[in-house]
């Protein structure tokens, strides 16, 4: 066994589903098309400031008028299942209300064609586009947008409740309550520890309702998820007793504040005694923790990186290398007094750590605290600097060593944990295209597809050759190793 998980030709059974993740408002473009009303991701990218190069998804990848060629590229890469988000303005463009006929047709017409070239559709309600609408009636920092959520999951749930294998509620709703309400990088670009709080009570709410509505309506027999971005956090070596509680301070807010109630019924003690000072979290009501706890049939990982902590003894300036744009508030409450420190690389083009061993321990982690849950990789990848070359007969090629070793190195990962016992069910890929990423907008590149933005053309990059290799042989293939 390698140390620097560099491994080929280790197989994933049948079974185990290999594919990839996009979002709608980092693909589709389209923004004032067929009602579509505008999101809190339209608002914000809007606000000078905001975005790097004031980009916004107007455009994006146009993804809502080719959807149908990404869906012929899905195909040729052997792609076996695809994670999309669906835009909740496209459907109800304020939030509430009836459903738009031209938002359910552009989904059900995308199941549809995934379908039919044999793909699985893994669907994510929301992936950060909420109503702007909702955000004006205070957002994810009010109970009611909980509310609306499960209407809208319903109407999502009526119309393509017969074709969806799985259904994920949020995606990372660390990043919309944490960095949405609290440091103010995403939008809504608010910055209270009060409201990150309130948003991530009422973001686990929104979850339990909108499981319990699909439930009620749908026809086939799916799996039910949530996506999280839990943290794989360490202490600096060396920093005692103070490091280890620094650690658990973050833990209590990045992951058990999820997990606690998603996967154990209730907030964790700490949590509530070291937000003391903010909140006596009196939002959480009467019976919301049974609605939220709900069986999951496959937890959703996201992994990147780690994060590396200690206590702050204010000596010298506050490191915070968080991983995360610092856009003034902070994504941390109540914890003014942790640091975040600089990380050994390689790095990806985000500064993020390269560590396949992170993964691992998340994997193993889970599987301890939580052995009878399936688990599924619903994001993994990395931003590179990609350049794009030109073969002899003209051909554009994109050599992406650098995203190829990443991937083989987290798929390494991801198979030691399936060795090592952790029921994990699959691998989403992130992402399908270069896209629309946050506050960076188009500059950082995550795709195994090349998108070319002045012509919109598409290109596999070497990494999707290798991907698709991977999917055809289920062995993870050597770096060198392209499907033709
Ligand atoms: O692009 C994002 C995605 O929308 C959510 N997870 C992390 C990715 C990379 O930052």
Same mark, same amino acid.
């Given at each position: 066994m390698s140390d620097d998980y560099r491994?080929?030709?280790?197989t994933f059974p049948p079974g185990f589903v290999i594919g990839s993740a996009t979002a709608s408002y980092q693909i589709e473009g389209?923004?004032?098309?067929?009602?579509r009303g505008p999101s809190i991701w339209d608002t914000f990218s809007r606000?000078?400031?905001? =975005?790097w190069n004031g980009d916004?998804?107007? =455009? $994006? &990848?146009?993804h809502y008028h080719r959807w149908e060629a990404d869906l012929d590229l899905m195909q040729q890469l052997g792609l076996e299942s695809y994670r999309f988000s669906i835009a909740w303005p496209r459907i109800q463009p304020t939030g509430r209300g009836p459903a738009l006929a031209e938002g359910i047709a552009f989904y059900s017409r995308l199941v549809d064609g995934l379908l039919a070239r044999g793909i699985t559709p893994i669907a994510t309600?929301?992936?950060?586009?909420?109503?702007q609408a909702l955000e004006d009636e205070g957002g994810w920092t009010v109970r009611s947008t909980a509310l609306a959520f499960a209407d809208y999951a319903r109407i999502m749930g009526e119309a393509l409740g017969d074709r969806i294998a799985v259904w994920t509620t949020l995606n990372e709703p660390w990043c919309s309550a944490y960095l949405g309400y609290?440091?103010? $990088?995403?939008?809504?670009g608010r910055t209270t520890a009060l409201g990150a709080l309130q948003a991530v009570h009422h973001l686990n709410l929104a979850h339990g309702l909108a499981i319990e509505a699909l439930r009620e309506v749908v026809t086939n027999d799916p799996q039910y998820s949530i996506t999280l971005n839990l943290h794989v956090l360490r202490a600096e070596a060396g920093s005692g007793e103070s490091g280890a509680d620094a650690l658990r301070q973050i833990d209590a807010l990045a992951n058990r504040a999820f997990t606690g109630p998603l996967l154990h019924g209730a907030y964790p003690v700490d949590l509530l005694a070291d937000t003391a000072g903010i909140t &006596?979290?009196?939002? =959480?009501? &009467?019976?919301d923790l049974e609605r939220i706890r709900q069986p999951l049939d496959v937890l959703g990982v996201n992994y990147y990186a780690t994060t590396l902590v200690r206590r702050w003894d204010g000596s010298s300036p506050r490191l915070m290398?968080?991983?995360?744009? &610092?856009?003034?508030?902070?994504?941390?409450?109540?914890?003014?007094d942790v640091e975040f420190l600089p990380q050994e690389g390689p790095y990806t083009a985000m500064g993020w750590n390269i560590d396949p061993s992170g993964l691992y321990e998340l994997l193993l982690a889970l599987r301890d605290e939580f052995p009878e849950q399936p688990l599924m990789i619903t994001e993994n990848g990395a931003a590179f600097d990609d350049v794009v070359t030109t073969d002899a007969d003209g051909t554009p090629r994109v050599h992406d060593p650098l995203r190829v070793d990443y991937l083989q190195r987290h798929f390494t990962a991801a198979h030691r944990a399936r060795e090592a016992g952790v029921d994990l069910r699959g691998y989403q890929v992130w992402s399908l295209l270069d896209n629309?990423?946050?506050?960076?907008?188009?500059?950082?590149r995550f795709g195994i597809v090349r998108v070319?933005?002045?012509?919109q053309e598409r290109t596999p990059k070497d990494s999707a050759l290798w991907l698709k290799r991977l999917i055809e042989t289920r062995a993870i293939p050597a770096p060198d190793d392209l499907a033709g």
């Open positions: 491994e080929t030709g280790l389209a923004h004032d098309e067929d009602g606000t000078p400031g905001k =975005v916004t998804g107007d =455009v $994006a &990848d146009d309600l929301y992936h950060w586009d909420l109503p609290g440091s103010g $990088a995403h939008a809504p &006596d979290w009196s939002f =959480v009501l &009467d019976g290398a968080d991983g995360h744009k &610092d856009m003034g508030g902070s994504p941390w409450p109540g914890a003014d629309f990423e946050w506050g960076y907008g188009y500059s950082k070319d933005y002045d012509t």
